[in-house]
């Protein structure tokens, strides 16, 4: 398995690479996979907040 956005702590050489991976398993599914989901939703709802709003404006 490989991911797409490199370990910013990871080393350059391959092996060694997937030891990191291995060994940091889960810190690197917090902040490759969770982080940019928990972005993403964040700002999804926030535009869909201030759309919300705007519509509300215009109906009103």
Known sequence: M???IPH?????APEVYVQVVQTRAVPV???QVLLPI???????????VKLDKASRV???
């Open 8 to 12: 910013p702590f990871a080393p350059k």
């Open 29 to 31: 599914l917090l902040t």
């Open 38 to 48: 928990v972005l993403l939703f964040l700002i999804h709802f926030y535009i869909r």
């Open 58 to 60: 215009r109906v009103n």
């Open 2 to 4: 490989r991911l797409c």
